[in-house]
């Protein structure tokens, strides 16, 4: 996949390429849907805009079963961040991620 992206956002291009980095955040799928979920129905415009199926399906109390998430492979610097809790790595350790060269 990422030769796909390579040959097609990012053509011809190397200073966009050397600035690209990708941050992927984890949590628990079910604390993940929870969250989902509860910014849905707090926020009435999102649903009206979104449409989402899985917080439609909640205010029926249905609850879909949870989708697999495969994250980014990509050939660029990456982090992981968990956001079950606090973030880990903290911002900190983001910030200098992200500023690295």
Not at 23 to 29: F, L, M, R, Y
Request: charged residues 30%.
């Amino acid at each position: 996949m990422d030769g796909v992206i390579d040959r097609f956002w990012f053509a011809g291009d190397e200073g966009l390429q050397m600035l690209l980095k990708i941050i992927v955040c984890t949590v628990d799928p079910d604390l993940a849907r929870s969250r989902f979920i509860q910014r849905g129905l707090s926020d009435p415009k999102r649903l009206k805009f979104h449409g989402d199926w899985d917080v439609c399906t909640a205010q029926r109390g249905i609850e879909l079963p949870l989708k697999n998430y495969n994250p980014p492979l990509l050939s660029f610097p990456t982090i992981e961040v968990d956001t079950s809790d606090e973030y880990c790595p903290n911002l900190d350790d983001i910030e200098s991620f992200l500023r690295k060269d």
